[in-house]
């Protein structure tokens, strides 16, 4: 029984991690894909 919660346990950890790592990714390539639409919005003003 104690090795199916560690089991148990070590599955859920892991699928925590890869949520963070998802999470922290996606708002990285969001704020970079924002960025760059400032810069274009930007140019074409100016422009």
Known sequence: MKKTL???RNLL???GM????L???G???YTAQ????DL???YARCM
């Open 6 to 8: 560690r089991i148990m």
């Open 13 to 15: 950890a892991l699928l």
């Open 18 to 21: 890869f949520f963070l790592y």
């Open 23 to 25: 999470l922290i990714h």
């Open 27 to 29: 708002m990285v390539d």
């Open 34 to 37: 924002a960025a760059t639409n």
């Open 40 to 42: 274009a919005c930007v």
